[in-house]
């Protein structure tokens, strides 16, 4: 809502617009309207994320298509090329034995981050890299799954921000940030902190503002 209500007082904002603005004018208007139905679609993936961490096998497979639907959604969603400028284009390579994974750096709010799956297995425990994060279903739940996070403090694991859904190399997966960070990571979702992890994996990285 705040973020609906701040468009419109930015507009209050500026000088009166003639008609031969409406075109500019209605492509901040739908710019932002998509922004706000990102924030609210990537909410209900998270939510739909704890959901399914206690849901039956029954329950977590309707879960997982339903995850698959707003997914799709988002990146219908996304703005215009044009209207966005590319912070960071990279391939990272991430490693699930720090909580610190892969830098991304500092991001502002209303960044927008993509991203899709190269190649890779790892685990977030034992010594076989058996788990592909990208794939639709994981033998041990979303313990391996790719996350975007805040930079550890004192080797403590920072807060998850969202969980990168699977199958990102048909459709890959996007997240708007929604406030400034001074650093954020790519990392496993379980146990980062063990050092002794197998294997790695690789993203396509872009970074839009």
Known sequence: MFKRLSFFVV?????AVRAADLPALRQ??????????????????AELARLKASASPDEAAKIDLEVQRV???IAELSLPATAQSVVLETQALVHPTSPAGFSLGAVKQGDTITLKYVKGMWKSDGRVASENPDAFKLEYGDKSRLVIAEAPVNGVPGKVLAM???ET???PFTH???????VVVLRINDNSTDTKNPGAVTYEVKITR
Do not use: G, H, M
């Open 71 to 73: 997914s799709k959604q």
């Open 11 to 15: 507009i209050a904002l500026l000088p």
């Open 164 to 166: 990168v859904t699977p």
């Open 169 to 171: 190399v048909r459709t």
């Open 176 to 182: 708007t940030f929604t406030t400034d960070l001074p």
């Open 28 to 45: 901040s208007y739908e710019n932002a309207v998509k922004r706000s139905q990102k924030s609210l679609a990537e909410t209900y993936l």
